[in-house]
């Protein structure tokens, strides 16, 4: 199943990381082979498109690295290969994460069959899932979840042993998304917020501090840009960061070219609430706002010397305001501030983890107060496994492209309006489609698209890689054209990927009413 998923257009320069950052610790450390051999891949690569990575050097390391040793160690040729072992070892550390998320649900609702229910409704949210597979947004989710379950243990105990897994997890997180640096500050501002009721400043100065020397080590140890020099260096990642590290481009939304640098106040909500399953985004509203509603009558009766008790109970609710404090002010930060999101919300996929924990929050409620009555508590099974059922169907009809799923609030005729296949996932399909039907036969392809479909070539055979070239828009001389809604110029004014007159459509990939992509043939070629 891992083989049905294209190659995304970024996994080249991933993979041009990972053996950038094997070179220098090989030579570094004198690992003669290791360095002649990544040498030679590294030169190999032809790709006027990639950036170079003294470019984007600052990005993490912490899973390409991995992943380019084990390209050498276990001698893997056939570059789809390598990207087909990325592909299954991003969708296991994603499967261990949900077994992380699981634990904490049972630790805080004690409800094993609503956690089971939650943790597959996690699996099973059909652009999690589809994105699991390319491991770049699911990878930071996935270890940000196995840090969020350390962070909540410490809310039990406060022990040297949990804050080191925190710091490690959170510096993984941090390596892959610079914004994982706020699960450090949150840390620190639940420490001050339990300093005003228990008095213990001394006690929680003493663990942060253990906590944050932890994190720098494990930022140091694990990240190579740092080895030289840690203090600059580290600085120069946050500095560095809108110069080179953001992208800008023209992004499809609601049928409006926009700036990713100044999308629409109500595009992250948007995005999330047409591309989440129309049960969990349901079970999430109800549970977060009578969340909300309960912390605010709590907030505005508190008495001076109870602030505990009157804030939160128990651990249980304690780590009820944590997620909550943590969804919220996420999704305040990245939208006042304007984030430059493109592709939906695929930047922000981590919140889904807080997504779903709401949804479990509203179905255990719900059943606790039908605790008594037999046949509403079976009603809420009922619910619980439809919504489930709903969610493979899903994965069914979109395979393999579930990360482009959409739901029921917005119409077939309109989800053509919105960013599909910016990754170019769809490449691998085309490329197959095209060659299957021109057996052996020389053909050049056009490209009526600001995806840089030529990447996608590696995700196929070589035997059938080597009939294919990829003309971008010259299309004067060109076999067959592709073409998907991803652009960086207005089309109506800008005739860049206009199709000649001598090209027809003869086929188009498409599911749920959604077009993913189109084929055109020259019918001047016989």
């Excluded at 950052?21 to 030169?43: D, H, P, Q, V």
Aim: glycine share 4%; with cysteine.
């Amino acid at each position: 199943m891992f083989k049905d998923f294209g190659v995304h257009i970024e996994e080249k320069f991933h993979r041009m990381n990972g053996l950038h950052w094997l070179n220098y610790i090989a030579k570094l450390f004198e690992l003669e082979n290791i360095f002649l051999e990544t040498s030679l891949k590294i030169n190999a690569v032809n790709d006027y498109t990639l950036n170079t990575i003294s470019n984007f050097d600052k990005y993490g390391a912490i899973f390409d690295t991995p992943l380019a040793f084990i390209e050498i160690i276990f001698g893997i040729e056939k570059i789809e290969n390598t990207y087909h072992t990325k592909h299954i070892l991003s969708f296991l550390i994603f499967l261990i994460s949900s077994f992380f998320f699981f634990k904490i649900l049972v630790k805080r609702f004690k409800n094993n069959f609503i956690c089971f229910i939650g943790t597959v409704l996690f699996i099973t949210s059909p652009r999690i899932f589809g994105d699991s597979f390319l491991y770049k947004d699911v990878l930071f989710l996935s270890f940000f979840n196995i840090a969020l379950y350390f962070f909540l243990e410490l809310i039990e105990k406060l022990s040297l042993k949990n804050l080191l897994y925190l710091a490690l997890f959170s510096h993984i997180a941090f390596n892959l998304r610079i914004f994982g640096i706020f699960l450090p500050i949150a840390f620190f501002l639940l420490l001050m917020i339990k300093n005003f009721y228990d008095k213990k400043f001394f006690k929680y100065a003493k663990f942060y501090l253990f906590y944050l020397l932890s994190f720098f080590f494990f930022i140091i140890l694990i990240s190579p840009y740092l080895w030289e020099s840690p203090i600059i260096n580290f600085i120069e990642i946050f500095t560095q960061l809108k110069k080179s590290g953001i992208i800008t481009i023209r992004i499809l939304f609601d049928n409006e070219l926009v700036n990713n640098q100044n999308v629409p106040a109500d595009y992250l909500v948007t995005w999330m609430l047409i591309s989440t399953p129309i049960f969990i985004i349901t079970f999430f509203i109800i549970g977060y706002v009578s969340f909300f509603l309960r912390f605010i009558n709590r907030f505005f009766t508190i008495k001076e010397k109870s602030i505990f008790n009157d804030l939160w109970r128990g651990n249980n609710e304690q780590k009820d305001f944590a997620i909550f404090f943590l969804l919220t002010s996420y999704f305040l930060i990245f939208t006042i501030l304007n984030a430059p999101l493109h592709n939906g919300w695929r930047l922000v996929y981590f919140l889904n983890i807080f997504i779903v924990y709401f949804s479990v929050y509203f179905l255990n409620n719900l059943f606790l107060s039908f605790r008594n009555k037999k046949y509403k508590k079976y009603l809420v099974f009922s619910t619980a496994v439809v919504s489930i059922i709903y969610n493979i169907f899903s994965l069914i009809v979109y395979h393999p492209y579930q990360s482009y799923y959409f739901n029921e609030l917005v119409s077939d005729n309109k989800k053509n309006n919105f960013e599909i296949d910016y990754y170019g996932l769809s490449a691998k399909d085309f490329f197959l489609k095209i060659s299957e039907e021109n057996k052996d036969k020389l053909l050049r392809i056009g490209v009526a698209s600001y995806t840089p479909l030529h990447r996608g070539l590696e995700g196929i055979d070589m035997n059938l890689r080597k009939n294919l070239t990829v003309a971008g828009q010259e299309y004067h001389n060109v076999d067959f054209i592709y073409k998907n809604n991803i652009t960086e110029v207005n089309r109506e004014l800008n005739k860049k990927y206009n199709i000649p007159n001598n090209f027809d459509k003869i086929c188009e990939l498409k599911i749920d009413g959604m077009i993913i992509y189109e084929i055109y043939k020259n019918m001047n070629i016989k």
